[in-house]
């Protein structure tokens, strides 16, 4: 019976280690130890303030809880920069009367990314995602709250699956 259990954890070890270190976030950061997020600053025609500053940290945060890289100011193994191009609010779908029912967010970021270890994995590419709202309800406090939170989860995700996701 003793032999079955090390036969079995010596199976379990063997399989495990035969497919390399895994990353339950499939996260591919190779020999890289460092990141760096530079600011993404707001070019977008409708400019909402904070908006570049919050994106920045989410992105930073992101990154931070699903890798075991640190974040560095400068000269980062992997570096992240780019700039917020679209800030829209526009109708979607309309009543009976011709009025707006809901109003859709939409933030688009263009990302360039640079892996200074290994240059065939750098890109540049825009990221876009929205929050449809209440056209009743003015994007403020709470509403814009929740906005941000579900635009950025999708976003930082998008970047990080692109960048970093080995799937």
């Given at each position: 019976m003793?032999?079955?259990?090390?036969?079995g954890f010596?199976?379990?070890?063997?399989s495990?280690?035969?497919?390399?270190?895994?990353s339950?976030?499939g996260?591919d950061?190779?020999?890289?130890?460092?990141?760096?997020?530079n600011?993404?600053q707001?070019?977008a025609?409708?400019?909402e303030?904070g908006?570049?500053?919050?994106?920045?940290?989410?992105?930073?945060?992101?990154?931070?809880?699903?890798?075991?890289l640190?974040l560095?100011?400068?000269?980062?193994d992997?570096?992240?920069?780019?700039?917020?191009?679209?800030?829209r609010?526009?109708?979607?779908?309309a009543?009976?009367d011709?009025?707006a029912?809901?109003?859709r967010?939409?933030?688009s970021?263009?990302?360039?990314?640079?892996n200074?270890?290994?240059?065939?994995k750098?890109f540049?590419?825009?990221?876009?995602?929205?929050?449809?709202?209440?056209?009743?309800?003015?994007?403020i406090?709470?509403?814009?709250?929740?906005?941000?939170?579900?635009?950025?989860?999708?976003?930082?995700?998008?970047?990080?699956n692109?960048?970093l996701?080995?799937?």
């Amino acid at each position: 019976m003793k032999f079955l259990k090390y036969l079995g954890f010596l199976f379990f070890t063997i399989s495990f280690m035969g497919c390399g270190i895994y990353s339950f976030t499939g996260a591919d950061t190779g020999d890289a130890k460092t990141f760096q997020v530079n600011f993404f600053q707001n070019n977008a025609d409708l400019v909402e303030p904070g908006l570049d500053i919050d994106f920045t940290n989410a992105l930073q945060d992101l990154i931070q809880n699903q890798t075991n890289l640190s974040l560095v100011n400068s000269g980062g193994d992997l570096l992240f920069e780019g700039e917020i191009v679209e800030y829209r609010i526009a109708p979607m779908t309309a009543t009976a009367d011709s009025r707006a029912a809901q109003n859709r967010l939409t933030i688009s970021v263009n990302v360039r990314y640079f892996n200074t270890l290994d240059e065939e994995k750098d890109f540049e590419q825009r990221f876009s995602f929205f929050y449809d709202f209440d056209a009743n309800a003015q994007l403020i406090g709470g509403t814009k709250d929740e906005a941000f939170e579900v635009i950025f989860e999708r976003l930082t995700q998008d970047i990080f699956n692109t960048s970093l996701a080995n799937w």
